[in-house]
C-alpha cells in the first residue's frame, strides 16, 4: 500500500491513483482505452466536487438518524414507506413517498449493507461527478427504483435504498467503460447481486433493483455525453426529462391496476 498527497491524487473509476500507477496503466492501455481517454478528456468539463465525498456522508447519516428514528416511532414506516397505491390519485395519493421510503429500511442488516455499499461507491463516484450530479443521480435512481416496483409489482410495500444503490452502480459502469477502465469487477458485484434478488425467500424487491439499475445507468450515460462546460444545460434539461419521464410512468399503474 502506498501513501500519497492530496496534490499528486489521479481520479479514476476505482477512486484516486498514484503517478506510478497511472504512468503503468497508461503503459498497458489497448488501443480501445486510448480513444475512450482521448473522447474524455478532448474539451475542458464542468467543475467538480472536493476529493471528500460529503454528500455521500450526509446521506448516509441522515439514513442512519431516519432508522433511529424508526426504532422508536414505528409508525413512521407506515406514513413514509411506497406502496404503488399511494401513486393512484382514485384511490391514495401520497407522491412522496416514491422518495421518503428510500431513507427507510426493515432491519439492521438492511440498511448496514446499503449504507456500506454507498460508502465504497461513494467514495469513488462522488469525486469524479461532483456533489450535485451525484445526489441528483442517487436520488433519481432511488425514483426509479420505487417506479419500478409499481410497474412489475404493483401492491407490494417496499423500504429501503437499494434501488439508489443500485442506480450509482449503473452509473459506475458506464462511466467506467466510456472512460476506458476495466469494468469486470462491478459486473461481478453487480451480477451476483441481481441474482441474489431473484432467490425465493430472500423477501427482496428485485424489482426496485432492476428500476434503479436502468435508471442510473442511463444518467450515467448522460454524464459522460455532457460532461463539457457547453453541455451542462443539455445535461440539466435531460436529467429533468428522466425525471419527469418517470412520474409519467406511474400513469400505468394508475389506469391498469385499480
Same mark, same amino acid.
Given at each position: 500500500?502506498? @501513501?500519497?498527497?492530496?496534490?499528486?491524487q489521479?481520479?479514476?473509476a476505482v477512486? +484516486?491513483i498514484?503517478?506510478e500507477?497511472?504512468?503503468?496503466?497508461?503503459? @498497458?492501455?489497448t488501443s480501445?482505452?486510448?480513444?475512450?481517454e482521448r473522447?474524455w478528456?478532448r474539451?475542458?468539463?464542468?467543475?467538480v466536487?472536493?476529493q471528500?465525498?460529503?454528500? @455521500?456522508y450526509?446521506?448516509?447519516?441522515? @439514513?442512519?438518524?431516519v432508522? &433511529?428514528l424508526q426504532l422508536f416511532?414505528?409508525a413512521?414506516?407506515?406514513?413514509?414507506? #411506497?406502496n404503488? +397505491?399511494y401513486?393512484?390519485?382514485?384511490?391514495?395519493?401520497?407522491p412522496?413517498r416514491l422518495?421518503t421510503?428510500v431513507f427507510?429500511?426493515?432491519? #439492521?442488516f438492511h440498511v448496514?449493507?446499503?449504507?456500506?455499499?454507498l460508502w465504497m461507491?461513494g467514495r469513488?463516484?462522488?469525486p469524479? =461527478?461532483?456533489?450535485?450530479r451525484f445526489?441528483a443521480?442517487?436520488l433519481l435512481?432511488?425514483?426509479?427504483?420505487?417506479? *419500478?416496483?409499481?410497474l412489475?409489482a404493483p401492491?407490494i410495500?417496499?423500504v429501503?435504498a437499494s434501488?439508489a444503490v #443500485?442506480?450509482?452502480? *449503473?452509473?459506475l459502469?458506464?462511466?467506467g467503460?466510456?472512460?476506458?477502465?476495466?469494468?469486470? *469487477?462491478?459486473?461481478? +458485484?453487480?451480477?451476483?447481486?441481481?441474482?441474489?434478488?431473484f432467490i425465493?425467500?430472500?423477501?427482496?424487491?428485485?424489482?426496485?433493483? &432492476? *428500476?434503479?439499475l436502468? +435508471?442510473g445507468? =442511463?444518467?450515467?450515460?448522460? #454524464?459522460?455525453?455532457t460532461r463539457?462546460?457547453a453541455?451542462q444545460?443539455?445535461q440539466i434539461?435531460? =436529467?429533468?426529462?428522466?425525471? &419527469?419521464?418517470?412520474?409519467?410512468? =406511474?400513469?400505468?399503474p394508475?389506469?391498469?391496476y385499480?
Amino acid at each position: 500500500m502506498r @501513501t500519497i498527497c492530496p496534490e499528486c491524487q489521479t481520479q479514476a473509476a476505482v477512486g +484516486v491513483i498514484c503517478p506510478e500507477c497511472m504512468r503503468e496503466q497508461r503503459a @498497458t492501455r489497448t488501443s480501445a482505452q486510448k480513444k475512450a481517454e482521448r473522447r474524455w478528456s478532448r474539451a475542458p468539463v464542468a467543475a467538480v466536487g472536493t476529493q471528500r465525498p460529503t454528500a @455521500t456522508y450526509v446521506i448516509i447519516a441522515i @439514513t442512519a438518524a431516519v432508522f &433511529v428514528l424508526q426504532l422508536f416511532i414505528p409508525a413512521i414506516d407506515g406514513l413514509f414507506a #411506497f406502496n404503488s +397505491v399511494y401513486v393512484i390519485p382514485s384511490i391514495a395519493f401520497e407522491p412522496w413517498r416514491l422518495l421518503t421510503a428510500v431513507f427507510l429500511h426493515s432491519s #439492521f442488516f438492511h440498511v448496514g449493507l446499503n449504507m456500506l455499499a454507498l460508502w465504497m461507491i461513494g467514495r469513488s463516484l462522488e469525486p469524479l =461527478l461532483g456533489h450535485g450530479r451525484f445526489v441528483a443521480l442517487y436520488l433519481l435512481s432511488g425514483l426509479g427504483g420505487s417506479v *419500478g416496483v409499481a410497474l412489475i409489482a404493483p401492491g407490494i410495500w417496499v423500504v429501503g435504498a437499494s434501488g439508489a444503490v #443500485f442506480g450509482l452502480l *449503473g452509473a459506475l459502469l458506464v462511466i467506467g467503460r466510456h472512460i476506458g477502465a476495466n469494468i469486470t *469487477g462491478i459486473l461481478i +458485484v453487480l451480477g451476483i447481486n441481481l441474482v441474489i434478488g431473484f432467490i425465493p425467500g430472500y423477501n427482496i424487491a428485485w424489482q426496485a433493483h &432492476v *428500476g434503479g439499475l436502468v +435508471v442510473g445507468a =442511463l444518467i450515467g450515460l448522460v #454524464f459522460a455525453r455532457t460532461r463539457t462546460r457547453a453541455r451542462q444545460p443539455l445535461q440539466i434539461g435531460l =436529467l429533468v426529462l428522466i425525471g &419527469v419521464g418517470l412520474l409519467a410512468l =406511474l400513469a400505468v399503474p394508475a389506469v391498469f391496476y385499480v
